[in-house]
């Protein structure tokens, strides 16, 4: 029965996210009138973590700072810089925490690879203690 009502939890939390529409925080007088420059802009936002946040991008959150950062890369956009040079911008200034998805260098290995290593241990835990019930 509690497996039941645990698979039934489940399905309705996969559904919505499906069906919830996730809300941007843009406000309009932050929209580019050009749409493809606009577009543009909304790409690099939604990379961007949200330093408030932190779990969000700038593209979904309302905090000042998440603004100011939208501002900026749109800004940027109609200067004509590249994705690339914004994104290095903000790596500069911020550090490599500011990507949702950090890049792979040296020292963000343990961003990437830790949770491959916690799989690899949580196996070897499983297996060891299988071992010691048989």
Request: proline residues 3%; aromatic residues 12%; glycine residues 2%.
């Amino acid at each position: 029965m509690m497996k039941k009502y645990f698979f039934s939890l489940i399905v309705i939390i996969i559904l919505s996210q499906f069906f919830l529409l996730t809300p941007h925080a843009v406000e309009p007088d932050e929209v580019l009138e050009n749409s493809k420059l606009e577009l543009r802009a909304r790409n690099i936002s939604k990379n961007v973590r949200c330093l408030v946040c932190q779990n969000q991008s700038i593209d979904d959150s309302s905090a000042d700072l998440a603004k100011d950062l939208r501002v900026l890369i749109r800004s940027k956009v109609k200067n004509g810089e590249s994705d690339q040079e914004i994104y290095q911008f903000l790596i500069d200034r911020y550090g490599d925490f500011v990507l949702l998805k950090p890049l792979l260098k040296f020292n963000t290995l343990i961003l990437w690879f830790m949770p491959f290593i916690f799989l690899i241990i949580g196996i070897f835990i499983i297996y060891q203690h299988h071992k010691k019930s048989n």
